[in-house]
C-alpha cells in the first residue's frame, strides 16, 4: 500500500490533471521546507529513561504560519507526519485561512503512559522545539491521543523557556489557559455544517443513518451532534469492535457505556461486529473519523453509503476514491470536512493575540460561516469541472496558494 505522502502526492497530481497548476507550484508542495527530529528523554515512573523519536514538518507557510497538530501514536513516523503536514497546508487554503501546513507526532503508545509520564512527555516536547514555534512562526494543537491539557503543559512550558505570555503558540488549550469557546467540539461541528450546506444538493433526505468509524473525540462529538439534528446513528465503532443498531443509537449511553466497559463492545440492544465491518454498513452518510487509509481498493467496492464525509485525515486511497465515485459515492473530502478544527485554532489564536475571549455563540456562527461558504465553494467548482469533491477542493486550495506565492 503506498504511504500516505505518497496518496498525497497522487492526490495532487489528480486535481492538477483535472485544472493545471503552475510547476513552481507544485514544485514547492512536493516536499516539506522543513523536517525537524529529534528524540525525546522520557523519564518513565518506574525511574527508567526512554528515548522517544518525535517529529515536526513545516510544510508551507505561503499563506502565513505553519499549523497543525501533534499526535501521540505508537505508528507515527516522519511519513505520515509529512502527509498530515500537506493536508494541512490544503485545508488552511481551502477555508481561506491566513495560515499554512504543519504537523507534529512523537513514536509512542500513548495509552502506556500514567498521566506524570504523559505530562513529561509533553514538556520534551516543547523544549525540543521551541526554537522552531511560536506565534508568528509555527501554531500546534491537538491531534490523536493528545488533548486541552497536554496543550496546557506544553504552552506552560514554553512560557517557562522564552517568556512569551500570548499562550498563541498553542491552541485547543482548556479555557483556563486561553483556549476557545467550541474549540473540543470543533471538528465534528464543521463537518455538521459542511454535511448540512450539501445535503439537498447530495440527494440525501432530512433524516439520514450514520455510521461512525471511531468514537474517540471526533466521533464522539459527530455522533452527538448528528443525532442531536434528528439523524439516526445506526452504527459505531472503536478500536475494538462495532456495535449496530437498525432502530439507532444514544451517543450519550453509548458513551457511558464504553467508560464503564472499555469498549463500545457489548452495548444492550446492540449487536457486535468486528472493527472493520462499520466500514460496509447499510447507511446514508458513512463518518471515517479514525486513521489514515481505511477505505481502500479492497473494501471500497464494498462501501453501502450514500455520501462519505471524512471527519478523519486521509482515510480514502486514491484507488478508493476513483471506485467510490463511479459509484455514485460522493466522498465530502478531509480538507473540507474536517476542516472546523483548524478553523476555530484560528479563531483561539486571533483571540490569543488580540487577548479577546469570543462567546461560543459567536465562535459557532463564524464556523458555519467559514464551513457552509467553503462547501458551497468547493460544491460548485467541482460542478464545472466535472470532477468529484476532492479534486474541486484541491483545485480551490491551489488557487488560493498560486495567488499567494512570492513574486
Known amino acids: 500500500m503506498p504511504s500516505p505522502f505518497a496518496n498525497a502526492l497522487a492526490q495532487l497530481e489528480r486535481a492538477h490533471a483535472v485544472q493545471p497548476i503552475a510547476d513552481e507550484l507544485r514544485l514547492r508542495l512536493s516536499q516539506p521546507q522543513r523536517e525537524i527530529h529529534a528524540a525525546l528523554s522520557l523519564r518513565r515512573d518506574n525511574g527508567s529513561l526512554q528515548l522517544v523519536q518525535a517529529y515536526r514538518v513545516q510544510h508551507n507557510n505561503t499563506r502565513g504560519p505553519f499549523k497543525g497538530g501533534i499526535r501521540f501514536h505508537p505508528k507515527a513516523d516522519l511519513d505520515e507526519v509529512r502527509a498530515l503536514a500537506f493536508w494541512m497546508t490544503m485545508k488552511c487554503a481551502v477555508l481561506d485561512l491566513p495560515l499554512g501546513g504543519g504537523k507534529g507526532g512523537v513514536t509512542v503508545d500513548a495509552k502506556g503512559l500514567s498521566d506524570a509520564e504523559r505530562e513529561r512527555l509533553a514538556r520534551a516536547f516543547a523544549r525540543a522545539f521551541a526554537d522552531v514555534i511560536g506565534p508568528h512562526k509555527d501554531i500546534p494543537a491537538p491531534d490523536v491521543n493528545t488533548n486541552a491539557q497536554v496543550m496546557d503543559w ?7 523557556i522564552t517568556g512569551d505570555a500570548s499562550r498563541a503558540t498553542f491552541t485547543g488549550k482548556s479555557l483556563e489557559q486561553g483556549g476557545s469557546e467550541g474549540r473540543e467540539a470543533a471538528t465534528g461541528q464543521g463537518g455538521f455544517f459542511v454535511f448540512n450546506a450539501l445535503r439537498e444538493r447530495l440527494g440525501l433526505p432530512a433524516s439520514c443513518r450514520v455510521a461512525i468509524q471511531g468514537f474517540g473525540n471526533v466521533g464522539e462529538h459527530a455522533a452527538t451532534i448528528w443525532h442531536a439534528a434528528g439523524h439516526a446513528i445506526v452504527a459505531l465503532s472503536d478500536s475494538k469492535g462495532t456495535i449496530v443498531s437498525a432502530d439507532g443509537l444514544d451517543p450519550a449511553a453509548v458513551l457511558a457505556h464504553k467508560h464503564a466497559t472499555g469498549s463500545v463492545q457489548g452495548f444492550p440492544g446492540s449487536m457486535d461486529a468486528p472493527t472493520d465491518a462499520i466500514l460496509t454498513q447499510a447507511c446514508d452518510v458513512l463518518i471515517p473519523a479514525a ?76 464556523l458555519q460561516e467559514k464551513m457552509s461558504r467553503a462547501a458551497g465553494t468547493v460544491y460548485e467548482r467541482a460542478q464545472q469541472l466535472g470532477t468529484d469533491l476532492r479534486r474541486a477542493a484541491f483545485v480551490v486550495a491551489l488557487e488560493r496558494l498560486t495567488g499567494d506565492l512570492p513574486k
Not at 302 to 317: C, F, K, M, Q
Not at 353 to 363: F, I, P, Q, R, S
Request: aromatic residues 6%; glycine residues 6%.
Open 154 to 160: 506544553m504552552t506552560d512550558e514554553y512560557a517557562h
Open 291 to 366: 486513521l489514515e487509509n481505511q477505505l481502500r481498493a479492497d473494501n471500497a467496492p464494498h462501501v453501502n453509503a450514500r455520501v462519505v464525509v471524512e471527519l478523519a485525515n486521509g482515510p480514502t486511497t486514491p484507488e478508493a476514491d476513483d471506485m467510490l465515485y463511479g459509484r455514485g459515492v460522493a466522498v465530502i473530502p478531509d480538507i473540507l470536512a474536517n476542516a472546523g478544527g483548524v478553523t476555530v485554532s484560528s479563531f483561539e489564536w486571533e483571540q490569543n493575540l488580540k487577548n479577546e475571549h469570543w462567546a461560543e455563540a459567536d465562535v459557532n456562527t463564524r
